[in-house]
């Protein structure tokens, strides 16, 4: 069965300073993996997605993750944090079989003036 | 820019009580879900809903839940008698292709006493 794990459920950054959300997934066979942000009272917004194309992904807001099949891992980075980046971050991967996401706990990121 | 959408924002019900959550999914989209998130916990697949029918359902989802696409642009999650533990926030998602990615709602955060 698929899975992710995000380590640290709360992260704080400086503002200006590198943001990184970490992610691991478990499957059996290449995964569909995604970022996904929440603002305050707003819904689960598309970061960016990894569908097995190029590893270094490319997102909205100046997001970027790698895919590295070695490590099962999927980090999200951001050279340099902005206040506007304040948020929870979920990263998520497709069932093989199926449509639905499995869903990481969330990482709760803080940007510090 | 087309938003799934969701009402009502919060809804309070009483243990034992039927509710009935509403979402408006894109309006050319043709998969539909419900997540749900427990407050601290991971974002839970619930049901995936595809030409009129269910076409995958988690554990979670059992007799006491039902999906319904009332017209042709509601979708509709109904919980027939509450208990404490559904007390959750509820996602609604669409996406227009199967396995791409999908598009949420803000939620319904439910409080059930």
């Known amino acids: 069965a698929q899975s992710v794990t995000q380590l640290g459920s709360h992260v704080s950054v400086s503002e200006g300073a590198l943001v990184l959300l970490r992610c691991n997934y478990s499957?059996?066979?290449?995964?569909?993996l995604f970022w996904y942000v929440q603002y305050p009272n707003q819904g689960l917004q598309l970061l960016l997605k990894y569908t097995s194309a190029a590893t270094l992904v490319k997102g909205i807001n100046g997001f970027e993750a790698e895919f590295k099949k070695s490590e099962t891992s999927f980090h999200l980075t951001k050279p340099s944090a902005h206040m506007s980046d304040a948020a929870e971050y979920f990263c998520?991967?497709?069932?093989?079989?199926?449509?639905?996401?499995?869903f990481g706990t969330g990482t709760s990121l803080t940007v510090i003036p | 820019e087309p938003e799934v959408t969701q009402t009502p924002s919060h809804q309070v019900t009483q243990m034992g009580q039927e509710v009935i959550l509403r979402c408006v999914p894109i309006s050319n989209h043709l998969y539909f879900y419900w997540y749900r998130q427990i407050l601290g916990q991971k974002v839970e697949f619930l049901v995936s809903f595809y030409n009129n029918e269910i076409s995958e359902k988690s554990e979670i989802f059992d007799d006491q839940f039902s999906v319904e696409r009332p017209d042709g642009s509601n979708f509709t999650l109904k919980i027939r008698s509450t208990k404490l533990e559904d007390s959750a926030m509820y996602f609604c998602a669409s996406s227009d292709q199967l396995g791409d990615e999908q598009f949420f709602g803000p939620g319904t955060r439910l409080t059930v006493l």
């Open positions: 998520a991967v497709r069932a093989n079989t199926g449509n639905q996401f499995y």
């Open positions: 499957s059996s066979v290449p995964p569909y």
